[in-house]
């Protein structure tokens, strides 16, 4: 047994013995699961928590340092794609905009995408972006009554032209960075959930001003699958960046339910200009990368080698920040939605509840449609198919933030450790502060209950004031709503 696969099983034996001793044994099969409160989700039976290393590293992030503020609504827009229903796929913080409500403690503005594309020519227009202002967050047992940002600048189709053909299930980042070589741009990924061509281009950027966007790009990142690329966007502090990653300080990543993207989020660097000039690059360009986080994917092994521990092909990382605190703090920051059930499986949600299996049967005999926590086979009784909405299901849902030490990154850029090597330290579990879809927007699609999946979206971060922005979707109707938290 290697040492990674050792640490794997220690790790889920105490796990296991934790769980016995507290008394949260899995369901009885056949036994259905009702909706639950927020605060409930989380120690429901049959769960899997998230377990990593004890011995955090020094002057690190911990969950402790996460102070909840609140939450806010998005503007209300009229219909598609003039809306944020269905949207969200991708967020950003301008500290520039809106000068207005520095006074109240949230300066700045967040970009926003809304109402995603569709394929086949149903909404070609869709994936606009917004501006709109940070009101003061606010608790509240409804999102109704939360206060409602207002639009800087309205949606603008700033894409019209570029990423044609990409509209299925699109994945979008961005990142706004105002560097003294390019001025404040706005830097953008962008694929779909099946990305046709490995070769095509995914970045590009574009002004922060929406009405003139002036688009340029697009460049494909260095020899970097796209489904690696292309999900979520980071500022790197420039200093780490100088040291450890060719100052290349412009993160990207994506994280593709199955492992296709690795088996765990990913993060590469790279910077789509070369000198003081600032100028763009041509068109169609291949950009330098460097590696920062990348796990084994399924593409090149059947098995969990190489994975993040805890690891579960139902898992969803949709967001991601690079923290840094005023006392020398710090993590690397990935958010979404984990797979924490004792089963997880490609097909259906089962309609006798969560803890019964409902794969996609003809596909059985070309992967391992179904696994067990600790990664083992499913039983054969377990391969029993049925219909609704084909995706990756776990028989339980967790909204996480999970913490990378950076000096683990670091060491993967050097070539110290493999860049599948680096864990998580720490998991902060969010579940209790959000809504959980209280309209019951696309059950079939999203879960209910303990097994809901998306429910979070991408994250954008305030370095100067330590303010972290987080979207849950599918809050508010089919909107999702703003939640906010403090890390000093």
Same mark, same amino acid.
């Given at each position: 047994?290697g040492?990674r696969?050792?640490?794997?099983?220690?790790?889920l034996?105490?796990?296991?013995?934790?769980?016995?001793q507290?008394?949260?044994?899995?369901?009885?099969?056949?036994?259905?699961?009702?909706?639950?409160?927020?605060?409930?989700?989380?120690s429901? $039976?049959?769960?899997?928590?998230t377990?990593f290393?004890p011995?955090?590293?020094?002057?690190s992030?911990q969950?402790?340092d996460?102070?909840?503020?609140?939450?806010?609504r998005?503007?209300?827009?009229?219909?598609?794609?003039?809306?944020f229903?269905?949207?969200g796929?991708?967020?950003?913080?301008?500290p520039?905009?809106?000068?207005?409500?520095?006074?109240?403690g949230? $300066?700045?503005?967040?970009?926003?995408?809304?109402?995603?594309?569709l394929?086949?020519?149903?909404?070609?227009?869709g994936?606009?972006?917004?501006e709109?202002?940070?009101?003061?967050?606010?608790m509240?047992g409804?999102?109704?009554?939360?206060?409602?940002?207002?639009?800087?600048?309205n949606?603008?189709?700033?894409?019209?032209?570029?990423?044609? %053909?990409l509209?299925?299930?699109?994945?979008? %980042?961005?990142?706004?960075?105002?560097?003294?070589a390019?001025?404040?741009?706005?830097?953008?990924?962008?694929?779909?959930h099946?990305n046709?061509?490995?070769?095509?281009?995914?970045h590009?950027w574009?002004?922060?001003?929406?009405?003139?966007?002036?688009?340029q790009?697009?460049?494909?990142?260095?020899d970097?699958?796209l489904?690696?690329?292309?999900?979520?966007?980071?500022?790197?502090?420039?200093?780490?960046?100088?040291?450890?990653?060719q100052?290349?300080?412009?993160?990207?990543?994506r994280?593709?339910?199955?492992g296709?993207?690795?088996?765990?989020?990913?993060?590469i660097?790279?910077?789509?200009w070369?000198?003081?000039?600032?100028?763009?690059?041509p068109?169609?360009a291949?950009?330098?990368?460097?590696?920062?986080?990348l796990?084994?994917?399924?593409?090149?092994?059947?098995?969990?080698?190489?994975?993040m521990?805890?690891y579960q092909?139902? #898992?969803?990382?949709?967001?991601?920040?690079?923290?840094?605190?005023t006392?020398?703090?710090?993590a690397?920051? /990935?958010?979404?939605?984990?797979g924490?059930g004792?089963?997880?499986?490609?097909?259906?949600?089962?309609?006798?509840g969560?803890?019964?299996?409902?794969?996609?049967?003809?596909?059985?005999?070309q992967f391992?449609v179904?696994?067990?926590?600790?990664?083992?086979a499913?039983?054969p009784?377990d391969?029993? %198919?049925?219909? %609704?909405?084909?995706?990756?299901?776990s028989?339980?849902?967790?909204?996480q /933030?999970?913490?990378?030490?950076p000096?683990?990154?670091?060491?993967v850029?050097?070539?110290?450790?493999?860049?599948?090597?680096?864990?998580?330290?720490?998991?902060?579990?969010?579940?209790?502060?959000?809504f959980?879809?209280?309209?019951?927007?696309?059950? #079939?699609?999203l879960?209910?209950?303990?097994?809901?999946?998306?429910?979070?979206?991408?994250?954008?971060?305030?370095?100067?004031?330590?303010?972290?922005?987080?979207?849950?979707?599918?809050?508010?109707?089919?909107?999702p709503?703003?939640?906010?938290?403090?890390?000093?």
């Amino acid at each position: 047994m290697g040492i990674r696969s050792g640490l794997r099983f220690i790790l889920l034996a105490v796990l296991l013995a934790s769980c016995q001793q507290s008394g949260e044994l899995p369901p009885e099969d056949g036994e259905a699961q009702e909706e639950q409160p927020a605060a409930e989700i989380a120690s429901e $039976p049959g769960v899997i928590p998230t377990v990593f290393t004890p011995i955090p590293p020094p002057n690190s992030l911990q969950p402790e340092d996460f102070t909840y503020l609140g939450a806010f609504r998005l503007p209300d827009g009229p219909d598609r794609p003039l809306t944020f229903e269905y949207g969200g796929n991708a967020m950003t913080f301008n500290p520039n905009g809106d000068p207005s409500g520095s006074s109240d403690g949230f $300066p700045g503005s967040l970009v926003i995408t809304g109402h995603d594309r569709l394929a086949y020519g149903e909404l070609p227009d869709g994936s606009q972006v917004a501006e709109i202002n940070i009101p003061v967050p606010a608790m509240a047992g409804s999102p109704y009554d939360l206060p409602q940002a207002a639009f800087v600048q309205n949606f603008s189709d700033v894409t019209r032209g570029f990423f044609t %053909g990409l509209d299925e299930i699109p994945r979008i %980042g961005m990142l706004y960075l105002d560097t003294p070589a390019t001025g404040p741009k706005i830097h953008l990924a962008w694929g779909e959930h099946l990305n046709p061509d490995q070769s095509f281009p995914t970045h590009a950027w574009f002004d922060p001003d929406l009405s003139n966007p002036q688009m340029q790009g697009t460049w494909t990142i260095d020899d970097v699958s796209l489904y690696s690329v292309n999900g979520y966007m980071l500022e790197i502090p420039t200093d780490w960046a100088g040291s450890y990653a060719q100052g290349r300080y412009v993160g990207t990543g994506r994280y593709r339910d199955g492992g296709w993207s690795g088996m765990g989020p990913s993060l590469i660097a790279y910077r789509p200009w070369s000198d003081e000039s600032g100028a763009p690059p041509p068109s169609s360009a291949r950009l330098e990368a460097t590696t920062l986080l990348l796990y084994q994917n399924t593409v090149n092994t059947e098995g969990l080698e190489g994975s993040m521990i805890g690891y579960q092909h139902a #898992d969803e990382w949709e967001g991601g920040a690079w923290i840094t605190t005023t006392s020398g703090r710090s993590a690397v920051l /990935f958010a979404g939605t984990k797979g924490t059930g004792a089963k997880y499986w490609y097909g259906y949600i089962h309609p006798a509840g969560p803890d019964q299996v409902c794969v996609e049967a003809e596909l059985a005999d070309q992967f391992m449609v179904c696994r067990r926590a600790d990664g083992s086979a499913c039983d054969p009784a377990d391969l029993r %198919g049925c219909t %609704g909405s084909t995706s990756w299901w776990s028989s339980n849902f967790s909204a996480q /933030f999970i913490l990378y030490n950076p000096d683990d990154l670091a060491r993967v850029s050097s070539g110290e450790m493999q860049p599948w090597e680096p864990q998580p330290y720490a998991a902060v579990n969010i579940d209790e502060n959000l809504f959980h879809n209280p309209d019951g927007v696309e059950p #079939d699609m999203l879960g209910v209950g303990g097994q809901r999946r998306y429910r979070i979206g991408d994250v954008a971060y305030d370095r100067a004031n330590g303010l972290l922005y987080v979207l849950e979707l599918f809050a508010e109707g089919a909107k999702p709503v703003v939640h906010v938290w403090r890390i000093p």
